[in-house]
T-cell receptor, first 113, second 118 residues
Framework: KNQVEQSPQSLIILEGKNCTLQCNYTVSPFSNLRWYKQDTGRGPVSLTIMTFSENTKSNGRYTATLDADTKQSSLHITASQLSDSASYICVVSRMDSSYKLIFGSGTRLLVRP | GAVVSQHPSRVICKSGTSVKIECRSLDFQATTMFWYRQFPKQSLMLMATSNEGSKATYEQGVEKDKFLINHASLTLSTLTVTSAHPEDSSFYIC??????????????FGPGTRLTVL
C-alpha cells in the first residue's frame, strides 16, 4: 500500500533553535519526494523536491535529505523563526501517468518567542 | 512564475444552495488540474482530477453529481458544490499541473477556498 508517514505529529520549539522533521514512505514506483509548507488557511507551498538520485536539497534555512534505500526523508530547519510556524507536509509522487500525490499527515510546527 | 489563484477565498452560503469555486493558472497552461478537500488538522484529500476538454475523474467516495467539475480552458477549472449542506463545509484547494517533463513535474497549489454552509 502506498503510504507516507510523518513524525512528530506536532512540535514546539523556541525561536532560533533548529529542528528536524521525519518522513517515511512506502511508495512504489518512486518518482520524487517534496516537502511543502502550509500556513493555516493557505495552500501548500513547495520547499524542496528530490528525485531518486538526489540525497540532499537546500532552500535557505530548509534542508531536506532523502535516503531512497531506507525510504526515509527529513526536513531540517535551521535557526527557526516565528514565521516558520506552519504545517510541513511530506508528499511523494509515483512514477505513473496519473500525477497523483501521496500526502503525509503533516507535522504542525509552532515556533515560540 | 507558476501562480495559481482561487476565487473566492471565503464563501458562506445557506444550506441547499450551490457554490462555484474557480481555479486559475495565471502564468502557465495546465491541461490537468486537481481538486482537494482538507478538514481541520488533516492533510489534503484528492477529490478529483480535472482534464481540459474531458470529464473529470473522481476519487472513490466522491459524488460526481454533488461536486461538479468543469475544465473548460487550459487556465480555468471550476468546482461547483451543488445543494450544499453543513457537512460540505471545508477548505477546498486546487492545484494545476505544470509539465516540465520528467519526474519534477509539479503541482502548483492555489491558496484555497474556505466554504462554510449554514
Amino acid at each position: 500500500k502506498n503510504q507516507v508517514e510523518q513524525s512528530p505529529q506536532s512540535l514546539i520549539i523556541l525561536e532560533g533553535k533548529n529542528c528536524t522533521l521525519q518522513c517515511n514512505y512506502t511508495v512504489s514506483p518512486f518518482s520524487n519526494l517534496r516537502w511543502y509548507k502550509q500556513d493555516t488557511g493557505r495552500g501548500p507551498v513547495s520547499l524542496t523536491i528530490m528525485t531518486f538520485s538526489e540525497n540532499t536539497k537546500s532552500n535557505g534555512r530548509y534542508t531536506a535529505t532523502l535516503d531512497a534505500d531506507t525510504k526515509q526523508s527529513s526536513l531540517h530547519i535551521t535557526a527557526s523563526q516565528l514565521s516558520d510556524s506552519a504545517s510541513y507536509i511530506c508528499v511523494v509522487s509515483r512514477m505513473d501517468s496519473s500525477y497523483k500525490l501521496i500526502f503525509g499527515s503533516g507535522t504542525r510546527l509552532l515556533v515560540r518567542p | 512564475g507558476a501562480v495559481v489563484s482561487q476565487h473566492p477565498s471565503r464563501v458562506i452560503c445557506k444550506s441547499g444552495t450551490s457554490v462555484k469555486i474557480e481555479c486559475r493558472s495565471l502564468d502557465f497552461q495546465a491541461t490537468t488540474m486537481f481538486w482537494y478537500r482538507q478538514f481541520p488538522k488533516q492533510s489534503l484529500m484528492l477529490m478529483a482530477t480535472s482534464n481540459e476538454g474531458s470529464k473529470a475523474t473522481y476519487e472513490q467516495g466522491v459524488e460526481k453529481d454533488k461536486f461538479l467539475i468543469n475544465h473548460a480552458s487550459l487556465t480555468l477549472s471550476t468546482l461547483t458544490v451543488t445543494s450544499a449542506h453543513p457537512e460540505d463545509s471545508s477548505f477546498y484547494i486546487c492545484s494545476a499541473l505544470g509539465l516540465a517533463g520528467g519526474p519534477t513535474d509539479t503541482q502548483y497549489f492555489g491558496p484555497g477556498t474556505r466554504l462554510t454552509v449554514l
